[in-house]
């Protein structure tokens, strides 16, 4: 009987982690919403909330940390257990710099919105909603062992990498036809390497997830 009521004090413990961790992903995919708008709506309060909201990413990566830490020398776990909590561990610093990526693009944004637009945002939304879904996509399948959705992030990576490339681009001819746009073209491009690094992020943690399950790490191969 013991036994059995430890067991669920284990799992409980566990379920909280996964709790905290979702409930982490979940601000983050805010930050990158609310840093996207505030550009898009030239809404520099909205900025300056995305701002603020940062020490929200920062509590939670510390709680995390600690409620794993304690669990691994209160519980000695073994196999699964003890890759889910080595991984969680993990995948909190990724997170925790997806929300420092997310202030830059707010404060970038707040800068942006003193000035006449350069160019109508086209790629940075669509960059900011695919970098979103591989965030989510990469914590559902961290929680649901899902290997598919886990090489899906992966691939969507390269749209990312490739949005990025186009509008690295389209700035330098801004640049180099108009000196005049130069600060504003390297704000922009600022905020584009910001959310092509979010994506990196998200690879990361599906990265990590790969190698939970199938004991094959993929980091620096081809999935």
Do not use: W
């Amino acid at each position: 009987m013991e036994r059995e009521h430890l067991s669920k004090q284990f799992d409980a413990e566990l379920n909280e982690i996964r709790g905290k961790l979702l409930e982490m992903g979940g601000k983050v995919e805010a930050m990158i919403a609310g840093a996207m708008q505030s550009l898009l709506e030239r809404d520099s309060e909205l900025a300056e909330r995305t701002i603020a909201f940062d020490h929200e990413i920062n509590r939670l990566e510390m709680e995390i940390d600690d409620k794993c830490l304690a669990v691994m020398a209160r519980r000695q776990p073994t196999a699964r257990d003890l890759r889910f909590l080595t991984l969680a561990l993990k995948i909190v610093t990724d997170l925790e710099r997806m929300g420092d990526q997310c202030v830059s693009i707010a404060k970038r944004a707040r800068e942006l919105n003193l000035e006449p637009v350069l160019k109508p945002y086209i790629d940075l939304p669509r960059m900011a909603h695919a970098a979103a879904g591989m965030v989510r996509e990469a914590l559902d399948a961290f929680m649901s062992g899902d290997e598919k959705l886990a090489i899906k992030v992966c691939e969507d990576d390269q749209l990312v990498d490739d949005l990025n490339e186009q509008l690295q681009r389209e700035l330098l001819t801004f640049m180099m036809e108009d000196p005049a746009s130069i600060s504003r073209a390297i704000k922009i491009n600022h905020i584009s390497k910001c959310l092509e690094r979010i994506a990196d992020h998200a690879t990361n943690v599906a990265e990590m997830v790969i190698f939970m399950l199938k004991g094959k790490d993929v980091r620096h191969n081809a999935v």
